[in-house]
């Protein structure tokens, strides 16, 4: 989703190009998209979606949107990552703490998108270097919800997912989206959680592991 045609169809290329990917849909704003969601085919609907963050150098898609986009209903939800000039770093920290999966720039090489395209369809965070300086917010601890907390406590000491997911009342897949939002916060924050080890060093450093000590 990009407001610049000329961007657009450049972007559009490119994926069409690669023998892994196909485009299904390519928009202006956000609010087209998900209103092509609503009734596109199932098998239409995308795995991955590029979200441009500004239109006329205003934001449009606020954290809400995104929100909805990301668990929306007729779908698992796509993969959503931030393709943008990233003129607001602070509107592109509250997108990363609802969830998006990854963030690019418009002056990432062709390799860097691709890469970055194909690390969040196979489960992985992707922030390109230098957006990261840019989007990062206060080292300090990010502020986590009540489950989150408690899911990185008890995974970081060791439960299982499962055994998280009994503990706290919830299904494994939602353990998974919180454990996945706590790595969003932290890289937001440039305290990037690349493994199970990472979380357990950030949740004793920030005294999370009382709960369940």
């Known amino acids: 989703m990009?407001?610049?045609?000329?961007?657009?169809?450049?972007?559009?290329?490119?994926?069409d190009h690669q023998p892994d990917f196909r485009v299904v849909y390519a928009c202006e704003e956000l609010p087209e998209l998900m209103e092509w969601m609503e009734t596109a085919d199932r098998n239409m609907l995308p795995d991955l979606v590029l979200l441009d963050l500004m239109v006329d150098r205003r934001p449009h898609a606020d954290?809400?949107?995104?929100?909805?986009?990301?668990?929306?209903?007729?779908?698992?939800?796509?993969?959503?990552?931030?393709f943008s000039a990233l003129t607001s770093p602070p509107l592109?920290?509250?997108?990363?703490?609802?969830?998006?999966?990854?963030?690019?720039?418009?002056?990432?090489?062709?390799?860097?998108?691709?890469?970055a395209v194909r690390a969040v369809l196979s489960g992985e965070w992707w922030v390109s270097p230098e957006l990261a300086e840019l989007i990062?917010?206060?080292?300090?601890?990010?502020?986590?919800?009540?489950?989150?907390?408690r899911a990185l406590a008890l995974?970081?000491?060791?439960?299982?997912?499962?055994?998280?997911?009994?503990a706290i009342g919830v299904k494994t897949n939602t353990v998974k989206k919180y454990l996945?939002?706590?790595?969003?916060?932290?890289?937001?924050?440039?305290?990037?959680?690349?493994?199970?080890?990472?979380?357990?060093?950030?949740?004793?450093?920030?005294?999370?592991?009382?709960a369940v000590g």
């Open 2 to 15: 990009e407001d610049h045609l000329m961007q657009r169809k450049y972007v559009t290329a490119l994926l």
């Open 63 to 82: 954290p809400r949107m995104a929100s909805k986009l990301i668990a929306h209903h007729r779908y698992p939800g796509p993969k959503v990552v931030l």
């Open 92 to 115: 592109a920290r509250r997108m990363i703490q609802v969830g998006v999966h990854g963030a690019i720039g418009k002056r990432d090489s062709e390799a860097n998108i691709l890469q």
């Open 136 to 149: 990062a917010d206060d080292p300090k601890r990010p502020a986590l919800s009540e489950q989150e907390e």
């Open 155 to 166: 995974y970081a000491s060791g439960s299982s997912i499962e055994e998280v997911a009994a």
């Open 180 to 210: 996945q939002r706590v790595r969003n916060k932290y890289a937001a924050a440039q305290r990037p959680l690349n493994s199970r080890l990472d979380l357990a060093k950030a949740a004793a450093d920030d005294g999370y592991l009382a």
